[in-house]
């Protein structure tokens, strides 16, 4: 069975830095997908970024561009999402998600394409 376990959150000061990884287990295929969103009290869970195990494709939500930076590590089957220059907009439950049959890369970013989620982890930025 998938298993995804979220790490990493934590409290940070605006312009800050933190780095969440996933750590997944329990795949079948060697190719599947894992997506990265957050969901802020009173708002609709987001797609922030999403990761191709097999070749290392990214997309990106455009509110992270050039700030947040997905890689994957295959040999300890992790993904990680670098995040920098926090902004107060950025606060949430991060969460990570896989999409183990096919995706269309084109909605990579709604939740209804992912079919296993990990627990979440909280970001805060915060002075």
């Known amino acids: 069975q998938v298993q995804l376990v979220e790490s990493g959150g934590g409290l940070v000061q605006p312009g800050g830095s933190l780095r969440l990884s996933c750590a997944a287990s329990?795949?079948?295929?060697?190719?599947?997908?894992i997506g990265w969103f957050r969901q802020a009290p009173g708002k609709e869970r987001e797609g922030v970024s999403c990761?191709?195990?097999?070749?290392?494709?990214?997309r990106y939500a455009d509110s992270v561009k050039g700030r947040f930076t997905v890689s994957r590590d295959n040999a300890k089957n992790t993904v990680s999402l670098q995040m920098n220059s926090l902004k107060p907009a950025d606060p949430a439950v991060y969460y990570c998600?896989?999409?183990?049959?096919?995706?269309?890369?084109?909605?990579?970013?709604?939740?209804?394409?992912?079919?296993?989620w990990g627990q979440g982890t909280q970001v805060t930025v915060s002075s």
């Open positions: 998600a896989a999409n183990t049959g096919s995706l269309y890369e084109g909605i990579w970013y709604l939740r209804y394409e992912y079919d296993y």
């Open positions: 329990g795949f079948t295929s060697d190719d599947y997908y």
């Open positions: 990761i191709r195990r097999s070749d290392g494709s990214t």
